[in-house]
Nanobody, 123 residues
Framework: QVQLAESGGGLVQAGGSLRLSCVASGGSFRSKPMGWFRQSPGKEREFVAGVSWSGTSTYYSDSVKGRFTISRDNAKVYLQMTSLKPEDTAVYYC??????????????????WGQGTQVTVSS
């Protein structure tokens, strides 16, 4: 049974930084894309950043491009968040996609999810 466990969330002031971590266990993670999504109250879950199944390409939503950096080390994926804004406040979820699958920017493209970690940015 695949499990994803996030950590690193918390409360930070606007302009600050946080680093989220996600560790996958219980299955095969090679050749599968991984990504980060977030959801704030009253809004749908949205794509934040992802790394392709080959590990060679990264993608970001326009709202975080230039501020967030995703990286991957085998079964671990990280999200370095800088210049945080109050609108970045959300529950952040780590997700694992399908083997050799190129699509990973929609929730329905991902098969496994972590429990989420809260990020709160105060103004």
């Amino acid at each position: 049974q695949v499990q994803l466990a996030e950590s690193g969330g918390g409360l930070v002031q606007a302009g600050g930084s946080l680093r989220l971590s996600c560790v996958a266990s219980g299955g095969s993670f090679r050749s599968k894309p991984m990504g980060w999504f977030r959801q704030s109250p009253g809004k749908e879950r949205e794509f934040v950043a992802g790394v392709s199944w080959s590990g060679t390409s990264t993608y970001y939503s326009d709202s975080v491009k230039g501020r967030f950096t995703i990286s991957r080390d085998n079964a671990k994926v990280y999200l370095q968040m800088t210049s945080l804004k109050p609108e970045d406040t959300a529950v952040y979820y780590c997700a694992l996609g399908r083997q050799f699958y190129s699509q990973f920017r929609r929730s329905e493209d991902m098969d496994y999810w972590g429990q989420g970690t809260q990020v709160t940015v105060s103004s």
